[in-house]
């Protein structure tokens, strides 16, 4: 794999065993197994029959991310505070936060996940590159409700454990794929929340699509999400007009100068196709730290 994503995983792997070095596998697992339920992530998903679609049908619902820099972008928002952000994403009305917790390529941490759930009470996702059973110990440990698999990152054999692990442990398992095949590989091992990144991870370009191309692939029993690349309300309604209701946006909101309202324009109802835009919809009521999209 001579591409931008090889170079991240060999740091990945090199990482990871440097931890496990200093702390068992062993240890974390008796620590993971007696952590308290995670919060549910994926039922705080829209997950109508993902066939169901139309612009009214379902509403929009967004995974906001907290990043401070990535590969593709460089710096973001270096100062970036992930509980004032968790905060910001709960108030405009975000289903789920998810949080880079990657160092040298997102400037992330463990720690960003820890404040950010704890300053809210939505469900939060492990954004990494999970290239280890070791990484889902540790997401539990540190309190994460759900973890990231990326289909093209591990072998088939571990993607099947990886998932099997996750749902002994109560977390849900967001699986990443980017084309048809990587798709048919995450359904073979029995993955039911299908994240589909409009990010090219081998040239890091974005293209919305691959949700449109992939989205009619999706059985109606899974729950899909559209990652990436996702800069404004026109680019949701564009994705929502082919049935999807499920987003997983970072840079856009992590750059916005308003977070709040960044999100909460994204979930605004949307209106008729043909129908005059309304000007004064009023914005989404949530309470500070509670997801207003109950299921
Ligand atoms: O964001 C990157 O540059 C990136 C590069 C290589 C692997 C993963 C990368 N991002 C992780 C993500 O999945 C995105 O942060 C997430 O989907 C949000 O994307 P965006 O809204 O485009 O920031």
């Known amino acids: 794999m001579s591409d931008r994503l090889a170079k991240i995983l060999e740091v990945k792997r090199r990482e990871v065993a440097a931890r496990a070095a200093q702390r068992p596998l062993e240890d974390l697992r008796r620590l993971a197994e007696a952590m308290p339920k995670p919060r549910p992530f994926a039922s ?55 949080v880079l917790t990657d160092s040298p390529f997102f400037r992330g941490s463990l720690d960003d ?102 989205r009619p692939m999706i059985p109606v029993d899974c729950i899909m999400v559209a990652e990436s690349g996702i800069r404004d309300r026109s680019d949701i309604e564009r994705l929502v007009a082919a049935g999807i209701r499920n987003f997983l946006v970072g840079e856009s909101l992590v750059r916005a100068s308003n977070p709040e309202t960044a999100v909460r324009r994204l979930i605004e109802p949307m209106v008729a196709a043909g129908d005059v835009r309304a000007t004064n919809v009023s914005p989404p009521r949530a309470k500070s730290g509670a997801s207003h999209h109950g299921h």
């Not at 905060?87 to 405009?92: T, V």
């Open 44 to 98: 705080a998903l829209y997950a109508g029959r993902q066939n169901n679609s139309g612009p009214q049908s379902g509403s929009v619902h967004i995974i906001a991310e907290i990043k401070r820099a990535s590969p593709s972008k460089g710096m973001l928002r270096p100062d970036l505070n992930p509980a004032v952000y968790a905060q910001a994403y709960a108030r405009g009305g975000a289903a789920a936060l998810s």
């Open 113 to 214: 996940l820890k404040a950010a759930r704890s300053a809210v009470s939505l469900p939060v996702l492990r954004k990494d590159f999970t290239v280890s059973v070791y990484q889902i110990y540790e997401a539990r440990v540190s309190e994460a409700d759900a973890v990231l698999l990326i289909v093209r990152a591990v072998p088939e054999g571990f993607l099947r454990d990886a998932l099997a692990l996750c749902d002994a442990l109560g977390l849900s398992a967001l699986t990443e794929v980017h084309d048809e095949a990587e798709l048919e590989t995450a359904l073979r091992c029995g993955a039911r929340l299908v994240g589909v990144n409009n990010r090219n991870l081998k040239t890091f370009e974005t293209s919305l699509d691959t949700s449109l191309r992939l």
